[in-house]
């Protein structure tokens, strides 16, 4: 069986415009996109900017509801499930952004960053959370004391790292 099934997806974004600021028309970001995927696969979508790579990601991770198609994730169709399954879902299916300094809260630490998954779905006490925040630093080969420091103080790549260690934590 395969991890993940998207058949003929499909997410078109409202255009808004005129006084009333009713939608106009839609953008056809993604319009018919189908591929599946075994475990321990890899998949690359190539294609030039703002072709609806990105669009199709957070499709498949449902942080956007398709317009029309299918995301089976493990056997279990995922299209429409709603925020309590979603966030089952979230400790086995998480997203690496594309842009580090727009998905990474500037007003908090990067240890409350990567503990904030934990926090989030009620799993381990404080001391926990916090052993596994430096834990997850370490995976990703930065050290301990990135903790009490917020992400504007690291380089990009840095930054970008803090996000493959969030969605890595559950
Ligand atoms: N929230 C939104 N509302 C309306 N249109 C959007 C929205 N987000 C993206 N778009 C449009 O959808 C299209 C696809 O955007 P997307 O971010 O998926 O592109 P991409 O392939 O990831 O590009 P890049 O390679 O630059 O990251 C673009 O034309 C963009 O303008
Ligand atoms: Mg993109």
Redesign the pocket.
Known sequence: MSLLTVEDLK?H???RGGVFNTTKAW?K??DGVSFSLNPGETLG?V????????????SVVRLLKPTAGKVVFEGHDITHSRSGALRTLRRQMQMVF?DPAESLNPRHTVGQILEDPFIIQRLGSRTDRGERAVELLQRVGLSADAIHRYPFEFSGGQRQRFGIARALAL
Do not use: D, I, W
């Open positions: 997410l974004y409202p255009v953008c970001a993604v979508l294609g030039e900017s703002g072709c609806g790579k990105s669009t199709v990601a957070k594309q």
